[in-house]
């Protein structure tokens, strides 16, 4: 049986091993994260570059 913890003893390495496992919570925040970094990356591109 897994170890229950608590929700900020939650590591990235856990959510990549659930979402790895077909756990759907766990891909659906895999999805988020990598659209939310997306657009920061996108951000931050755009105001270092402002002519692009």
């Known amino acids: 049986m897994r170890q229950q913890k608590q929700p900020e003893q939650v590591t990235l390495e856990d959510i990549i091993q659930a979402a790895n496992?077909?756990?759907?919570?766990?891909?659906e925040l895999v999805a988020e994260i990598g659209e939310n970094s997306?657009?920061?990356s996108r951000c931050l591109l755009i105001s270092l570059i402002p002519n692009w």
């Open 21 to 27: 496992h077909d756990d759907t919570l766990a891909i």
């Open 38 to 40: 997306g657009k920061a």
